[in-house]
């Protein structure tokens, strides 16, 4: 049987790769560092666990959720955090919907919206899950660069006219993955005009809203006055609460936008176990994550302070599990990731997989396996040191 031509278009998922070329190596032996995938490597707060157990033990959660767009205890809570979190009024009844992850909303909101020929504006780099879901829809892009020099946002001004006028969707993500760069509510309010200006409709995914150190608080591109006219947020408690397996997550802005996602998804699962949805629900408005963001924000303090001593000029992410490093001259991303994990058997990701503008960096997570209190990362820095890499 033939498969459907659709897959052609898109290449192999990024971390399926590199989940094949770690189990390589480490089927030869090989001691590996492993800073590649951003998943948390902290177990879930244990009050969220208990709240799991208690609210499986109950009969009423065994069942399909037959709501409208998800658990309403749930997104009560979504409406309360984001009042709490931004100052931002939601409501639960017609402005947010329940998600499995983000990455669930990030590529059904592509089949919500776009037609065959239509445009997504994306960025590059990027999270991969922007574009090929753009491209399985039957779309196509337009890549809006995130430079180093400029902050790792685009230059709306930059972004072509004639692409402007025919693009449906705008995709950001601030606290940017893989970059680690962020935005402030000046930069979001000159996109809600560009948006508006356009008809475009813009998803912000802003899955690492609470990962962030050093005081920096990130905003909601919601904050901003006529901001549901054209966005839809999606956020994921998988980074917030060391949730990954859960795949809990929800999305709120613009009613029609919401809705046009909801109706696909209406029609493609059942959502979620709502047992998971209570939790879900305690999580967002009881608990916080700081001894993992502690641990992070140590890891990120060795890493980059460790590369800066043999050459580096890093500067540390205010927010993200990402540290966006440059590779030496000389070197290509993939070349240079290459090198690490034969040589040094440290595992990070070439900076192309998320793009044309990613090469020339690699990305390295904060998230470590086995990693107690960063001795792990402070061994992938003694690896690469030893390395004797020259910089120009």
């Known amino acids: 049987m033939q498969r459907a031509q659709r897959l052609d278009k898109i290449p192999p998922y990024l971390f399926g790769e590199i989940a094949r ?3 390589k190596v480490a089927a030869e032996g090989v001691d590996l560092v492993n800073l590649s ?3 948390p490597d902290q177990p879930t707060p244990q009050p969220i666990i208990d709240k799991l157990c208690e609210a499986a ?3 009423e959660t065994h069942r399909y959720d037959e709501s409208e767009a998800g658990w309403p205890e749930y997104l009560s809570a979504v409406a309360k955090w984001y009042k709490n979190r931004f100052g931002v009024d939601i409501d639960p009844d017609s402005e947010a919907m329940l998600l499995l992850g983000s990455k669930d909303g990030l590529a059904h909101i592509c089949w919500a919206m776009i037609d065959p020929g239509d445009i997504s504006l994306v960025p590059d780099p990027g999270y991969t899950v922007y574009k090929v879901n753009t491209m399985l829809a039957g779309g196509d892009t337009v890549a809006m660069p995130l430079l180093e020099a400029n902050g790792f946002l685009p230059d709306l001004s930059a972004i072509p006219s004639d692409a402007a006028k025919s693009a449906k969707l705008m995709f950001l993500n601030y606290p940017n993955n893989p970059t680690g760069g962020v935005a402030d509510l000046k930069f979001y309010g000159d996109v809600v005009k560009f948006a508006r200006e356009y008809d475009i409709a813009v998803v912000s995914d802003i899955a690492y809203c609470d990962v962030t150190y050093d005081g920096y608080v990130a905003p909601s591109m919601l904050e901003i006055d006529g ?7 999606m956020h994921s408690l998988s980074k917030s609460f060391n949730m990954t397996g859960w795949r809990i997550g929800f999305a709120v802005g613009n009613s029609d936008i919401v809705a046009a996602l909801n109706k696909l998804k209406s029609n493609l699962d059942s959502r979620q176990f709502p047992a ?11 608990v916080t994550n700081e001894q993992t963001l502690a641990l992070y924000k140590r890891r990120r303090d060795i890493l980059v302070d460790g590369l800066n001593a043999i050459g580096w000029k890093l500067n540390k992410p205010v927010a993200s599990l990402y540290v966006w490093a440059r590779v030496p001259d000389g070197y290509t991303s993939a070349d240079f990731a290459k090198m690490l994990l034969m040589e040094a058997g440290v595992l990070v990701i070439p900076g192309n997989g998320y793009g044309e503008y990613g090469e020339g960096y690699v990305r390295m997570s904060l998230t470590v396996a086995d990693d107690v209190n960063g001795d792990r990362v402070t061994e992938a820095v003694k690896r690469i040191s030893e390395l ?3 910089w120009s």
């Open 57 to 59: 033990n109950n009969p």
């Open 227 to 233: 901001a549901k006219d054209v966005v839809i947020e």
């Open 37 to 39: 995938i951003g998943d």
């Open 21 to 23: 070329l770690r189990a």
């Open 276 to 286: 998971i949805d209570l939790a879900a629900a305690y999580a967002l408005n009881n």
């Open 388 to 390: 004797n890499i020259k």
